[in-house]
Every structure is written in structure tokens, then in C-alpha cells.
């Protein structure tokens, strides 16, 4: 069975994985919050708010290391192509709605204020033989910076 989880920054910075939902944390309006895993498997549940343009999904894979890749985080995507063997290159997941699936992409959007548009342009990621997750966009946007400007994303 596929794992569907996620996970958010608290607001005092912990990040929390498990189940989200919205809930009323004692006066109205609802609030972005993440049932910890941990008090899941204890038998209660028990939300903990979280920021919610921090909220993000795992996506199913894990990077070689076993760390789980959710969506927002900064992988090193290390690629056997003929022409460029064991070239590096730096990007993070999102969901692409226009494929349905999850993708890799090499820049950041313009302006980036911590929300990443549906809409945007992904690489294909054919040739990426292992990913390490190296931060995620929230934490580390400054992992991305070399992208910008290089030719193919190159860092």
C-alpha cells in the first residue's frame, strides 16, 4: 500500500510528519495542522499547528540514503548521461498538475516567496540514477542560488 504522508513547520520551526488536516484550534477559523506520526501510533490524535505554505506530501520515494522525499525538498540529482557523465545537478519536487506526477525542477521561480506555482516548467527526469536530499525550500533556498544563472543548471 502507498504511504500518504506529510509534513509541516510547526510554529517553532519543528518540522512534523503525518497525517494532515484542518481543525479548529480553539476559535474559528480552521488551521492548517499535521496529526504527528507518533501520536498516531500511540492511539490518540492530537493536531499540532503548522504554517501552511510549509505543508507538503510525500511523494513515495526515498532519496539512497533512505530519507523520504516530500514535495519542496532540495535533492542532488546525480545523472549518468553519455555526453555528461556524473554530472550533479540541484532542484527541488513539486507536483506538476499538467502530468499528474511529481517532478524535478532545476530553478526556482522568480520572486520565490515559498509558494511554487502549479503551472511551471519541469525537466524530464530520465538519466537521474540517485537523488539525495540535501534541504528542502523553505530551510535552504540559498542550496538553489547557483542554478539561477548557469547554463543547464549546472552547480
Same mark, same amino acid.
Given at each position: 500500500?502507498?504511504?500518504?504522508?506529510?509534513?509541516?513547520?510547526?510554529l517553532?520551526?519543528?518540522?512534523?510528519?503525518?497525517?494532515?488536516t484542518?481543525?479548529?484550534?480553539?476559535?474559528?477559523?480552521?488551521?492548517?495542522?499535521?496529526?504527528?506520526?507518533?501520536?498516531?501510533?500511540?492511539?490518540?490524535?492530537?493536531?499540532?499547528?503548522v504554517l501552511?505554505? @510549509? *505543508?507538503?506530501?510525500?511523494?513515495?520515494?526515498? =532519496? #539512497?540514503? /533512505?530519507?523520504?522525499?516530500?514535495?519542496?525538498?532540495i535533492?542532488?540529482a546525480?545523472l549518468?548521461?553519455?555526453?555528461?557523465?556524473?554530472?550533479?545537478?540541484?532542484?527541488?519536487?513539486?507536483?506538476?498538475?499538467?502530468?499528474?506526477?511529481?517532478?524535478?525542477?532545476?530553478?526556482?521561480?522568480?520572486?520565490?516567496?515559498? @509558494? *511554487?506555482?502549479?503551472?511551471?516548467?519541469?525537466? =524530464? #527526469?530520465? /538519466?537521474?540514477?540517485e537523488?539525495?536530499?540535501v534541504?528542502?525550500?523553505?530551510?535552504?533556498?540559498?542550496l538553489?542560488?547557483?542554478?539561477?544563472?548557469?547554463?543547464?543548471?549546472?552547480?
Amino acid at each position: 500500500m502507498r504511504a500518504i504522508l506529510f509534513r509541516g513547520k510547526s510554529l517553532d520551526g519543528e518540522w512534523l510528519r503525518g497525517w494532515y488536516t484542518k481543525a479548529l484550534l480553539g476559535a474559528w477559523p480552521l488551521r492548517d495542522c499535521i496529526v504527528p506520526i507518533s501520536d498516531a501510533e500511540a492511539g490518540y490524535r492530537h493536531e499540532e499547528e503548522v504554517l501552511g505554505e @510549509t *505543508v507538503s506530501q510525500y511523494t513515495g520515494v526515498d =532519496d #539512497v540514503n /533512505g530519507n523520504p522525499i516530500f514535495e519542496g525538498d532540495i535533492i542532488a540529482a546525480h545523472l549518468d548521461i553519455d555526453h555528461e557523465p556524473d554530472r550533479v545537478t540541484y532542484g527541488f519536487i513539486s507536483w506538476n498538475k499538467e502530468h499528474a506526477g511529481w517532478s524535478y525542477n532545476e530553478k526556482l521561480p522568480a520572486g520565490f516567496n515559498g @509558494t *511554487v506555482p502549479d503551472d511551471m516548467d519541469f525537466e =524530464d #527526469v530520465t /538519466g537521474i540514477e540517485e537523488w539525495t536530499v540535501v534541504g528542502n525550500i523553505w530551510d535552504n533556498p540559498e542550496l538553489m542560488k547557483g542554478n539561477e544563472n548557469s547554463e543547464h543548471g549546472q552547480v
